[in-house]
């Protein structure tokens, strides 16, 4: 089944307490982006990558790394969290020539 | 500035009646428009597309409609089914670059039985 996969899906953590986000992606996507969801702000996107060691920043990148070394992986690194980054996020992928975009299920982070 | 908007924030239609969802866009360069709906606790899934060299675009009960010189895209739902009750955001992006889309904040619709 394609899917795109992210863990963990629920997460309570502290200020400061590095912490990573998987997303793993099985439908050979060149494309990932990682997306935040706040209330009345929608979808806004953090990082995306075009293709492996490939990535650039979104529209809120400050605070967050990403890396791209396999294809099908898109970690989310939050290296000192704080509380203006709990949120949902999500991970997404899609394939060359299309904007079609697949999500994963979510991540729900609170930082403490 | 938010290139993309989706100005209300929540409808509500009876089963059966048509549901208009809205958004407009500010960036000229935009060439290509989704729209995504959302269940909660589950991921954005893509509904409907439509590219800048068509007006409209149907799938079943969905159709886009793109008025490019008013920078505006519509979505209608017929008839309005009560699982169609979910999030939706407008999206677009341009020059087919998936990489680079930008959502609007999303309509709550909600389908009365």
């Known amino acids: 089944e394609a899917q795109v996969t992210q863990n963990p899906r629920y997460l309570i953590t502290v200020t400061g307490k590095k912490l990573t986000v998987t997303c793993s992606q099985n439908?050979?996507?060149?494309?990932m982006s990682w997306y935040r969801q706040d209330p009345g702000l929608g979808l806004r996107q953090i990082y995306y990558?075009?293709?492996?060691?490939?990535?650039d920043k979104g529209d809120v990148p400050e605070g967050y790394k990403v890396s791209r070394k396999e294809k099908r992986n898109f970690p989310l690194i939050l290296e000192s969290p704080s509380p203006n980054q709990t949120s949902l996020y999500f991970c997404?992928?899609?394939?060359?020539?299309?904007?079609?975009?697949?999500f994963g299920p979510g991540t729900r982070l609170t930082v403490l | 500035d938010q290139q993309v908007k989706q100005n209300s924030p929540s409808l509500s239609v009876q089963e059966g009646r048509i549901s208009i969802l809205n958004c407009d866009y500010t960036?000229?360069?935009?060439?290509?428009f989704l729209w995504y709906k959302k269940y909660p606790a589950e991921g954005p899934t893509f509904l409907i597309s439509?590219?800048?060299?068509?007006d409209k675009n149907e799938d079943g009960r969905f159709t886009v409609f793109l008025n490019k010189s008013a920078k505006h895209l519509s979505l209608h739902i017929v008839p309005s089914q009560p699982g169609d009750s979910a999030v939706y955001f407008c999206?677009?992006?341009?020059?087919?670059?998936?990489?680079?889309?930008?959502f609007g904040d999303g309509t709550t619709l909600t389908v009365k039985p």
């Open positions: 997404a992928s899609s394939g060359w020539g299309t904007d079609t975009q697949y």
């Open positions: 990558s075009m293709n492996v060691e490939v990535t």
């Open positions: 999206a677009a992006s341009g020059n087919t670059n998936a990489g680079k889309s930008t």
């Open positions: 960036n000229s360069m935009f060439d290509y």
């Open positions: 439908m050979n996507h060149e494309y």
């Open positions: 439509i590219s800048s060299i068509k």
